[in-house]
């Protein structure tokens, strides 16, 4: 019988990811607009280094800051590591610098007089985010939406750190071709490796579509 | 009393402006000057947008800035109106949800009748459900207008109100203009580069050269 479950705990891991760097990203371009000089450059930098890292050094970072003995764990009591939580933290924290810095981009594309033009309207800054620049850039922040979903199920190398490969709990579809082509089943390897192609090509058609809107 | 008096000093780049000027309540004054002369500086100071390196600003007893004592209330809490030249009409906004975005009536219905009345002021309730890019230049031009006056500010500034609209929309704004002039109680700062449309709504007239303020020998 072909176990169906990474198909599960993947679209969990990346849906519940994309939803999380949705609202975070948008929040963090916001914050890192109003910003200048030194600090303006310390969150890009930050925000955006999950990006270049190697994920297994990402995932290092992780399992240090989230493990049993690391400042969260001990804060929490508890550690995520090796649950199905920590497939959807490895997965944010990778995908995460797509979303921000798509919608950085798009929100630095509306005219400022807009903005400008809410304020002197009585606007403040959390409304100016929601009425103004999220619905003006929408094309570019649906298309980094995309993207980074397309990333987070995509995710390897830090989910393999911090979640590993238990079936039907933490095995994700990159972890399962992994496993199948190690272990000489290539048969699964070639079912899984179509669905995240056919997947992740779908993402890419509905991201193009999406940023059409801004032409 | 509802004046706006102004003094100030900023350095923007290189060019320096320095002005300072008052306007009385119902009173519209006219900024005269070339462009690249500071009116639409003044005006964006005014409004916040730009922070001069001293001076005061107050409109009546609500000082919106002042260097010495430390002041300098946010855009949002000055209560100004800017007609900006580009209209900065919301796009993925309707016309009525423009002009209801900045009415700070808690109730929505009454927001929306405030909203219509004025948007039935500039002759325009007809498009309340359309998108800004579906409105010509003048069309827009008087959303802006209805939108700036529904918010209920206590100063209007107009920014070359007519520089970007063709022969036939300046017409169509002019009646609905003027109205809007002898309506308004507060005072009004009218910047523009055309002394003959600065003569047609103005009561006194102020020329800026070279981010300096002269004085016009043409009251009316």
């Known amino acids: 019988m072909f176990d169906v479950s990474p198909l599960w705990v993947s679209l969990r891991a990346s849906l519940l990811a994309t939803a999380i760097e949705f609202v975070a990203g ?153 496993f199948s082509t190690v272990g000489g089943d290539m048969r699964t390897a070639w079912i899984w490796v179509g669905v995240i192609t056919l997947v992740s090509a779908a993402s890419l058609a509905l991201m193009s579509r999406l940023s059409k809107g801004d032409a | 009393m509802n004046d706006l008096e102004v003094r100030f000093a900023e350095t923007v780049g290189t060019f320096h402006l320095d002005v300072s000027f008052h306007v009385g309540e119902g009173e519209v004054l006219g900024l005269l000057g070339r462009s690249g002369n500071g009116k639409s500086l003044t005006l964006r100071t005014i409004a916040g947008i730009i922070t001069p390196e001293e001076g005061s600003i107050r409109i009546g007893e609500h000082v919106l800035f002042d260097s010495q004592a430390g002041v300098n209330l946010p855009v949002r809490e000055r209560n100004v109106g800017l007609l900006f030249q580009s209209y900065a009409l919301f ?101 523009s580069h055309d002394p003959e449309e600065v003569r047609r709504y103005c009561t006194r007239t102020l020329s800026i050269v070279e981010g300096r303020v002269h004085q016009e020998n043409s009251e009316r």
Not at chain 1, 76 to 83: A, E, K, L
Not at chain 1, 85 to 103: D, E, G, I
Not at chain 2, 107 to 117: E, G, N, P, S, T
């Open chain 1, 26 to 178: 948008l929040l963090c371009a916001h914050k890192a607009m109003g910003l200048t000089g030194k600090r303006a450059w310390l969150l890009d930098t930050i925000l955006t280094l999950p990006m270049v890292l190697p994920p297994t050094v990402t995932g290092f970072f992780l399992l240090v800051l989230f493990g049993r003995n690391g400042p969260i764990g001990k804060l929490t009591g508890t550690t995520v590591i090796f649950s199905w939580q920590a497939t959807v933290l490895s997965a944010t924290v990778v995908a995460f610098p797509l979303m921000y810095r798509a919608a950085k981009g798009a929100m630095k594309q509306v005219d400022p007089d807009h903005i400008w033009a809410a304020r002197t309207l009585g606007f403040s800054e959390r409304r100016i985010l929601w009425k103004i620049l999220v619905p003006e850039a929408w094309p570019g922040i649906a298309a980094g939406a995309a993207l980074a979903f397309a990333r987070s199920l995509g995710e390897f190398g830090a989910t393999m750190m911090v979640a590993g490969n238990i079936p039907g709990r933490t095995q994700t579809i990159p972890m399962a071709i992994y």
């Open chain 2, 91 to 191: 796009p993925a906004m309707t016309v009525l949800e423009n002009v209801m975005c900045g009415i700070k009536d808690r109730d929505k219905h009454a927001r929306k009748q405030q909203a219509v009345d004025k948007l039935s002021l500039m002759g325009i309730d007809a498009y309340r459900g359309r998108l800004p890019r579906e409105l010509s230049g003048g069309q827009q031009q008087r959303v802006a207008l209805a939108r700036m006056l529904a918010s209920q500010p206590d100063l209007l500034m107009l920014d070359e109100p007519f520089s970007a609209l063709d022969h036939e929309s300046k017409q169509e704004i002019d009646q609905h203009l003027n109205g809007l002039l002898r309506h308004f109680t507060g005072p009004v700062l009218f910047v």
